[in-house]
């Protein structure tokens, strides 16, 4: 019966040897320790023996079992640190690794194109400055010599902050996302010494229909000069300069008679529309960003309406001033040939990636 103990140890040990997993272990130690236990079938035949027999085969399958339980149980341990071993392994962090590239991006073409007119703006002398986009009615409309109720107004499709603010307040203190930059020329000829000379780039916002040219949210650029002989002719050299430089030697001016009721006399400039070269047709097709017209209009520019300077303490008589605005995203489209400035806030990057 010893020896039949001493091969079940043994037969025991060389199966521990094979097991590699935690269910592999289960298995075996419901063989040889379970109800149907291998140990016990053995020890069935105990009862034929003599008691000093008996002892000795008793004490010697106790230790037995404990063992195969210690076996066990050090097994267990084994393969648990082997698992973690393996999963350390899979997850270890390898600082050679190739990482998936980066695409750093770059400026947005409207991004691009206010800081290239910043830059030639600059380069003649101007300043630049900044101001509100929440304004007030008095800095957006009133000192722009468009009062209360004035038809000019409807022209402006605005955005009013809501009724529960606005309503507690005066006339002239209502606030509005401002739907041009000009009230930053008015905060600038109010607090700054003459000579003044500034471009504002910045956001604008305006109720709109959208199409090809309109977007409810815009980019302009205005500039303002006021001193002693400011004159038309001043004007005319500057824009002319500064859309030469920006789109091209070859580039066309055009000045068309207007109204604005901030300016006097006005002019709405047209340049020669970059994305059919002045043709209007692109592929035999009318183009859409001119409208088959060869011209698109950027600018709407003037000399500084004496009431707006007399409104911002300027005396009239003695200085004069001109005054211009152009459309940043409809200059970004003419540069980078889209055919609609719409497409710079679709956030496509399939369109941003090719400039
Ligand atoms: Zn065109």
Redesign the pocket.
């Known amino acids: 019966m010893k020896e039949q103990l001493d091969i079940l140890g043994a037969d025991f040990m060389a199966a521990l040897a094979e097991v590699k997993s935690a269910e592999a272990l289960k298995e075996l130690e419901s063989e040889y320790l379970g109800k149907k236990w291998k140990l016990k079938a053995i020890l069935a035949g105990v009862k034929d023996l003599s008691i000093e027999d008996k002892k000795t085969i008793g004490v010697a399958a106790n230790t037995m079992k404990n063992d195969f339980l210690s076996a066990l149980a050090n097994k267990a341990v084994e393969i648990e640190e082997a698992y973690f071993a393996q999963i350390e392994e899979k997850e270890a962090l390898d600082v050679s690794l190739q990482y998936p590239s980066k695409n750093l991006g770059h400026k947005h073409p409207i991004s691009h194109t206010t800081e290239l007119l910043e830059d030639i703006f600059i380069s003649l002398g101007f300043k630049i400055e900044d101001g509100p986009q929440v304004e007030d009615e008095l800095h957006n409309f009133d000192k722009l010599n468009i009062p209360h109720n004035h038809p000019a107004r409807d022209v402006w499709d605005t955005f009013w902050v809501s009724d529960d603010i606005n309503d507690s307040k005066d006339i002239g203190e209502r606030l509005l996302l401002r739907t041009h930059t000009s009230p930053v020329q008015i905060r600038t000829m109010m607090s700054q010494e003459l000579p003044i000379k500034i471009v504002v780039p910045g956001r604008v916002f305006r109720y709109e229909q959208e199409d090809a040219r309109h977007t409810c949210n815009f980019y302009q650029l205005e500039g303002l000069v006021v001193g002693e002989w400011v004159t038309f002719g001043d004007l005319k050299w500057t824009l002319d300069t500064v859309m030469k430089q920006l789109l091209g030697e070859k580039t066309e001016l055009r000045f068309r008679p207007s109204i604005f009721p901030f300016t006097e006399p006005s002019a709405e400039v047209d340049v020669s ?1 970059q ?2 070269s002045g043709t ?1 047709k692109v592929k035999g097709k009318n ?1 859409s ?2 409208s088959a017209t ?1 011209w698109v209009e950027l600018l709407g520019s003037g000399m500084v309406h004496p009431t707006v300077l007399e409104g911002c303490w300027i005396d009239s008589k003695k200085y004069s001033g001109f005054a211009f605005g152009m459309g940043i995203d409809r200059i970004a489209a003419q540069r980078f040939g889209v055919s609609s400035s719409r497409m710079f806030y679709q956030n496509k990057l399939k369109l941003n990636e090719q400039f």
């Open positions: 529309c994305i059919c209007g183009c960003m001119c060869g």
